[in-house]
């Protein structure tokens, strides 16, 4: 009997975990009740698990508050910062939601922000690593089959592009261009191409003397049928394995950026805005930015124990 070949640990816990992520940032905010308003006076830093009540009023405003407590024919809201008593008659609707994660300075439910603001980090890291994917294969290809000239001068492009901290090339790129979604995708991925051009360049160096490689350029097959049939089979693990740490670090830088203000505008919830956003409550309420920064820890562990798995195969 052949024995079955087992899929490493690491790959199948990053996998589940990358799943889980998936799931809740796409199927999350469909279950949820809609959040709490804008206006912070009943709401603004509550803590995870809070039972909360919304009021429709008769004049159109809607009030959270955990407290809210009926005395004859006046409804008391109480709030971290004020309290305010209406009559019955102008409550329209009321109906009691649980806040699983609190809120945060702003009076927003956190885990309908990190929902939204995980669909956002993830889709921008993917597609920043699909460009860096493109860009370095182009490039570590032509690198490796194009002779020595074409050689020296794309990998000493490549050299030189490594000789500038990637953080600080992505800080002053981001800096000076306006923040967008395809922007900070194409920064990501023109300023993390590098690495896997070489290591492209290198695994393809080690292919191309082979001899099933090299009968299929003696008899003439066309260069692109050399490079799908031949060069690609044969580094994809590595290349694989790029992707999957690269992710992570696209997630951090990601998230690095938006910390500092050079991501995505502020009306958009990411996780590294999120984390820049509770920090500055950090002393008044630990929830706003400890739990993003913990879901962003746990997507680049994901990521890295994926890498480490196709390590493994």
């Known amino acids: 009997m052949i024995a079955r070949r087992r899929l490493p640990r690491r790959l199948i816990a990053g996998s589940i975990g990358l799943l889980m992520i998936c799931c809740a ?12 308003p804008s206006d912070p006076a009943h709401s603004a830093l509550l803590p995870p698990g809070t039972m909360l009540t919304v009021l429709e009023l008769d004049d159109g405003r809607t009030l959270v508050s955990p407290l809210v407590t009926t005395v004859g024919n006046l409804v008391i809201v109480d709030g971290p910062y ?6 019955a008659t102008s409550v329209s609707s009321r109906r009691v939601v649980q806040s699983w994660l609190g809120t945060d300075r702003y009076g927003r439910d956190l885990l309908r922000l990190m929902l939204l603001g995980g669909r956002l980090s993830l889709m921008i890291a993917a597609l920043g690593a699909l460009v860096s994917l493109v860009v370095g294969l182009a490039i570590g290809l032509s690198a490796a089959t194009g002779g020595r000239w074409i050689d020296a001068v794309l990998m000493r492009g490549v050299d030189a592009m490594m000789a500038f901290p990637t953080l600080l090339l992505l800080i002053l790129c981001a800096a000076v261009l306006d923040p967008g979604p395809a922007t900070l995708v194409v920064l990501l991925g023109l300023t993390s191409w590098m690495g896997l051009a070489r290591l ?17 350029r003696v008899s003439g097959t066309p260069w692109y049928r050399v490079w799908s049939w031949h060069y690609l089979p044969e580094i994809r693990g590595p290349v694989a ?17 938006s910390y500092l203000g050079l991501g995505l505008p502020p009306t958009t919830p990411t996780w590294g805005l999120l984390v820049s956003e509770g920090h500055r409550v950090m002393m008044d309420a630990w929830w706003p930015a400890t739990l993003p920064g913990l879901a962003i820890a746990f997507l680049v562990i994901c990521f890295a124990l994926i890498g480490d798995g196709i390590q493994e195969l």
């Open 25 to 36: 940032i796409i199927l999350g905010p469909r279950f949820l009740e809609p959040g709490p």
């Open 200 to 216: 492209v360049r290198g695994q393809v160096l080690s292919v191309r003397e082979r001899q099933f490689v090299m009968a299929a």
């Open 82 to 87: 004020s309290r305010e008593e209406i009559p």
């Open 241 to 257: 394995q790029d992707v999957a740490l690269r992710l992570g670090d696209l997630v951090l830088a990601e998230a690095t950026l």
